[in-house]
């Protein structure tokens, strides 16, 4: 039927051609927007024929973020707004996405009002109360967005995304110890996933707790002993941490393990530089000559 659609298409038999088109879109509703694009559609002849797309909300999501990608940001909140209230039968993460969108193009309320009644319909459902969470977090109410994390995780313990959202609004709120307690919490449930200990690794390293942050990458190095990626990092903090001296052979090390060295020699070159005006500080007062740290990069 396809190929059926294109030749109609090409010898330019418009109403066959639409016709046609729309028995594949009735047919393959999730598919509309593929079908198109293997029509060769341009934006503009969707416009036109936007009257074939099948009813629903996820066909209106997508309707919207065609219109969202060409700037017509008008159109696409209406159709964002058109998903969710057809949103009836549509899946939760359609649902939670349609709100989303309806909220970023100016309509917050109409998109909490949506997400209230269906968390009110469906209290087990976890991506209503992550969207509406990121909503109340924008207008500053940071208990009602935790109380909704708190409960979306309770459904959902290995949501990465969720809780490390929960742990940026408790530190947002002044709750450290629940912040820190919700990041460990994530790396326990999780201890192979590197994220997990990243997310914990910026936690500390935001606060300048630098020797924690130094300790979980060492433990998430213990897992994945071949990624030169979190040597480097290891090196990053132990530069903020001011240790510029074991700084610069972490980051020799990562090139010894086959990271880029054109990427770290500059930062080899500041620690370095870093170190030994340190070393002539602390050996200032005392008259005494301190060798200084050379170039040593060329042999990496």
């Given at each position: ?67 969202r990608k060409k700037g017509l940001e008008s159109f696409a909140r209406q159709e964002y707004y058109r998903s969710c209230r057809e949103a009836r039968n549509a899946p939760?993460?359609?649902?939670a996405y349609a709100a989303r969108h309806l909220a970023e193009l100016g309509r917050p309320e109409d998109a909490l009002r949506f997400l209230s009644a269906w968390i ?181």
């Amino acid at each position: 039927m396809l190929a059926l659609a294109l030749s109609h298409k090409t010898a330019g038999h418009f109403s066959s051609f639409r016709e046609v088109l729309r028995a594949l879109f009735a047919g393959n509703p999730s598919r509309w927007e593929e079908i198109a694009g293997r029509l060769g559609l341009t934006f503009s002849e969707m416009l036109a024929l936007r009257d074939l797309i099948p009813p629903g909300a996820e066909s209106a999501c997508r309707l919207a973020d065609l219109y969202r990608k060409k700037g017509l940001e008008s159109f696409a909140r209406q159709e964002y707004y058109r998903s969710c209230r057809e949103a009836r039968n549509a899946p939760a993460r359609v649902r939670a996405y349609a709100a989303r969108h309806l909220a970023e193009l100016g309509r917050p309320e109409d998109a909490l009002r949506f997400l209230s009644a269906w968390i009110e319909a469906d209290r087990l459902e976890a991506d209503y109360k992550i969207a509406r969470a990121d909503l109340l977090a924008k207008k500053g109410s940071m208990g009602g967005a935790i109380a909704d994390l708190v409960d979306a995780l309770r459904q959902r313990p290995r949501d990465g995304g969720a809780r490390q959202r929960l742990a940026d609004y408790y530190a947002r709120a002044g709750k450290l110890r629940q912040a820190e307690k919700t990041l460990r919490e994530g790396v326990r449930l999780q201890p192979r996933l590197p994220v997990s200990y990243e997310a914990l690794v910026d936690f500390y390293a935001k606060h300048r707790r630098y020797e924690d942050a130094a300790a979980t990458l060492r433990q998430l190095m213990r897992i994945y002993a071949f990624e030169p990626k979190y040597v480097i990092r290891l090196g990053d903090i132990y530069q903020r941490q001011g240790a510029h001296f074991r700084a610069m052979q972490t980051y020799e090390e990562a090139i010894r393990m086959g990271a880029p060295a054109s990427g770290l020699k500059q930062r080899i070159e500041k620690c370095r530089k870093a170190h030994n005006e340190w070393l002539l500080e602390s050996e200032a007062g005392k008259g005494t000559s301190v060798p200084v740290l050379r170039d040593r990069s060329r042999h990496l």
